[in-house]
């Protein structure tokens, strides 16, 4: 059950950063292969290695169930990367922007960027995009509009790192949150689920998801 996500836009800065994997703990590496470790599209079944770089990250979550379902191991596995897989970069001018990569999900485009060297980072997401009938122009329309907006992103970063996410839910006018607030939600999501199913609680989230997705 549920919908894929769909790589849409590397850029050309995050693409080639490496991954140092000697660092991450073996919990997150383990969940990431468990996950997204075989390549179901290839001839015969395939076994992939840890991604050397950003790009090869991005490209291994292509297709697979990732935006939409951030679970806790999803974000942690995140702030891992970002935290002790990347080195820490800095500028002359004003904070650096980390690592990103631009994603499809549903009718939205998702992106998520990391704070090399730091526990933290950001996801977020575009307004509803009008579905086309064409694959082909929804794809190069969904590139596009994560290529208009990475400026935006970049820029708003350097100024406010994460800060503006945390305080207003919001990232260059797309909606967005912080990595750390989306492992509180998704961790809190999980404790009340785990309770059981006449607990008020339970009941009170099943309720909400059936308000939200009759919206």
Not at 79 to 105: C, N, Q, W
Request: aromatic share 10%; proline share 6%; hydrophobic share 40%.
């Amino acid at each position: 059950m549920g919908d894929p996500s769909y790589l849409r836009f590397v850029p050309a800065t995050s693409a080639t950063v490496p991954i140092d994997w000697s660092k991450i703990p073996e919990a997150s590496k383990k969940f990431l292969l468990s996950g997204w470790g075989t390549d179901w599209s290839a001839p015969e079944e395939t076994i992939r290695s840890l991604p050397a770089t950003i790009d090869d990250l991005a490209k291994m979550f292509d297709g697979s169930k990732f935006f939409g379902y951030m679970r806790a191991k999803v974000c942690t596995l995140l702030l891992d990367i970002s935290e002790f897989g990347l080195a820490e970069i800095r500028t002359d001018d004003g904070r650096p922007v980390g690592p990103h990569f631009y994603m499809k999900y549903l009718s939205q485009v998702w992106f998520v960027i990391f704070v090399p060297g730091q526990r933290d980072g950001m996801v977020g997401y575009s307004p509803e995009l009008q579905y086309l009938e064409e694959e082909g122009e929804d794809i190069a329309r969904d590139k596009q509009v994560a290529e208009d907006f990475d400026p935006e992103l970049c820029e708003e970063v350097r100024r406010w790192g994460t800060l503006g996410a945390e305080a207003m839910k919001k990232v260059a006018g797309w909606e967005g949150s912080t990595l750390r607030s989306s492992l509180e939600t998704a961790q809190m999501a999980e404790a009340i689920m785990a309770l059981p199913m006449d607990h008020p609680a339970h009941r009170a989230m099943i309720e909400n998801l059936f308000s939200s997705l009759g919206r």
